[in-house]
Every structure is written in C-alpha cells, then in structure tokens.
C-alpha cells in the first residue's frame, strides 16, 4: 500500500515514465501473446514456435533496460531525512521500487491481454473485434496456465533486475573515516577492452555467418523471414561488445575534452563525463548497438520487400523506443546527480553561460565518437550483408 501511494502522489514527468514503462510492457506482454497463438494456431511447427518465442527476448530486454532506469530515478524510492526512522531504509526503499516497477508492469500486462482477447474476438463492443481471428487461434481455446505464465514474466523479470540493481551495498573499509578529503579522481571504466574485444568477435561472426551457404533460417514474427542464425548471433555479440565499451568510451571523451590546455567550460565538461561515465555509458552503447542494428537490417533486406509484418514492427518500435527512452531516463538521472555540484557552482558565481557552454561540449563530444562509431560498425556489418 505505501508502494502505490508513494506511486500515486508522484510528479507528472515521475507518472509519464510509469506510463512508458507500462507501454513497454504492454507492447512485450502483446509479443509473448501472440507467440502462444501462432503455437495454438500451429501445433505442428515447435520449431518456429520456439524462434519466435527467442525473437520476443530482444523487446523483453529493452523492456527491463527501461524499468531499470526509470526505477532508478523515481524519487519515491530515494533515501530522505526522516524515513529511516519511520522503518524505510535502504533496503524498504529498494522493495518499494521493486514493487512500483511490478505494478506498472502488470498494469502493461493486463492491457497487452485485453488488447489480445479483443483481437481474438473473446470482447466485444469496441472496434476492429476479432481482426485477427485467424493469427490468433481464436478457434482454440487459451491455456489459462500458459497466458498467466506469459504475461507475468515481464513484472518478475523488471521487479527483480530493479531490485538487484537497487539493492544497498555496503561501505568500503574507510570510505565513511575521512568525510572531509577531497574527492579522488573517478577511477576509468575497466570494460572498455573487453566491449572492444566482443564487437570485433561479433562482427567476425557475423561476416563469416553471412558468407556460409545453407545456413538454417531464423523467422521474424510477423514479417522478414529468412535471416541467417549466424548474422543474428554476431549482431548480439556485437550489442554486448558496445555496451560494455560504452562507459570506456565515455571517460575517455572526458579525458580528451580536458587535454592540452583546457579552459574552464572544457575541464568542467571533461570532469563531469567522467564522472557520469557510467551512468550514461551503457544506455549510449546500447543506443549505438541498436542504431547499426537497424541500418545492418535495411541493408540486408533490401530489393527482397519480405513484407514487414505488424509485429515485426510492434517489435521495432518496442525497441528503438525503449533505448531512446533509456537513454534520457540516464541523462535526467545524471542531471539529478550533479544539481548539488551545480547550485554550488552558481553559489559561488560561476556564469549560466559556463555551465551552458560545458553541456554543449559534452553533448557534441559524445555525439561526435559514438555517432562515428555507429556508422562504422553498422557499415561493417552491412558490408557481407549486401546483395
């Protein structure tokens, strides 16, 4: 119950988020659905059943990256004076978040199974009733089990990533003995040669998959049959291998923004990416993987028109959205991090301009690495892909 009232007595921006992290879930819990009516519509084909339940993991992902984040910056779920002594520590706090993100995933839920019965034809009374009678298997009854086990893997897989991300930890031997030392520099991200090490095996993958003759295919739902394994395997490889690479990346925008004779907007600039490296790294490499995915896809399939199905495309958008979405849930978590350091700032006189300036440096450094980043990975992958 404090859970919901927490939720309900939210900011308007804190609601909206909700509600895209209910949107998502919708849309995956929809994905998952209609995979269990293809199986009931075709009991002879496991095998695609199957590949189509594996497609619903990359929506489902982006899906939880989301919750993540937004759980991340909810403010209802942050320690403040007085809740402690009322029972709500860091560990209270973080089950509340785990239960926010549980309800408005179920709430996505509940909306992706009326949608569906409503497609089915099982609800009547609103438009479009039963337009997709045939995809659906509504001349099969549903497996009540099945449905249910569908619909709350989303909610256990969000509250429980949420709640491992937010769980407290513990102090480091003698990071509470000195309060009044200055800050020592933020140590670089250790992921950077691994990330660089995954994207050159995925791209490798990938080209050695392409050229392979009879490789098995790996059908969309919905539309765009026919894709190698291989190719979609070393595109995986290739998002984890930016991910990881993407806090590297971004500390080290921040140590090149401050070389060679910086001023005060570019060493403000450098010091803060540095500092948010990791909070805004991944989301970025992600963005980047997903981007080069994207133009990897409309190299390989174009001149076949293979015929973009509706779900294929509810699984696009699913996951473009969710990474953008993500991205700026990061950065508005980065702005809530750093507001003590900038009133002081501005207590101290610096100019709204400087800071203003620092932002653009950063925003343009970021742009200029990972955008070229992304083009040279998305025309390395599409390079064995072309007809």
Not at 282 to 299: D, E, F, H, K, Q
């Amino acid at each position: 119950m404090l859970a919901l009232r927490l939720a309900r007595g939210g900011q308007p921006v804190v609601q909206l988020r909700r509600l895209l992290v209910a949107a998502a879930s919708a849309g995956s819990g929809f994905l998952l659905l209609c995979t269990l009516g293809y199986a009931m519509g075709h009991p002879d084909a496991s095998t695609g059943s199957l590949l189509r339940l594996a497609w619903c993991v990359v929506p489902l992902a982006a899906t939880v990256h989301l919750a993540i984040a937004v759980a991340r910056t909810d403010p209802a779920t942050k320690p403040r004076p007085g809740l402690s002594a009322v029972g709500l520590g860091p560990a209270r706090l973080t089950l509340i978040a785990a239960v926010s993100t549980a309800v408005a995933c179920t709430l996505g839920s509940l909306l992706a199974l009326l949608f569906f019965l409503h497609l089915r034809g099982d609800l009547t009374g609103l438009p479009f009733d039963g337009a997709a009678r045939g995809l659906l298997a509504a001349d099969r009854p549903l497996p009540l089990a099945a449905v249910l086990t569908l619909l709350a893997v989303v909610p256990l897989a969000a509250s429980a990533a949420s709640a491992a991300v937010l769980r407290p930890r513990a102090a480091k031997p003698g990071e509470s003995q000195e309060p009044a030392a200055p800050a020592a520099p933020v140590p670089a991200p250790t992921g950077l040669p691994w990330g660089v090490a995954l994207l050159a095996v995925g791209l490798a993958v990938e080209t050695y998959a392409s050229r392979a003759h009879g490789t098995a295919g790996f059908p969309m739902p919905g539309g765009l049959g026919g894709s190698p394994s291989g190719v979609l395997a070393g595109w995986t490889v290739t998002a984890l291998g930016l991910a990881l690479a993407g806090p590297g990346l971004t500390y080290q925008c921040g140590r090149a923004l401050q070389a060679v004779r910086p001023g005060a907007a570019r060493l403000l600039a450098g010091r803060v990416l540095q500092e948010e490296a990791r909070r805004i790294g991944r989301p970025l490499g992600v963005v980047c993987a997903v981007a080069s995915g994207a133009y990897a896809g409309i190299t390989l399939w174009s001149g076949r028109h293979p015929g973009l199905g509706p779900l294929s495309t509810l699984g696009a958008v699913l996951v473009v959205g969710c990474t953008v979405a993500t991205l700026l849930t990061a950065a508005i978590e980065a702005k809530q991090a750093r507001s003590d350091t900038t009133a002081a700032l501005l207590r101290l006189g610096a100019p709204a301009g400087l800071l203003r300036s620092a932002a653009g440096l950063r925003a343009a450094a970021l742009l200029a690495v990972f955008g070229s980043l992304t083009w040279a990975v998305a025309e390395l992958a599409a390079l064995p892909l072309a007809p």
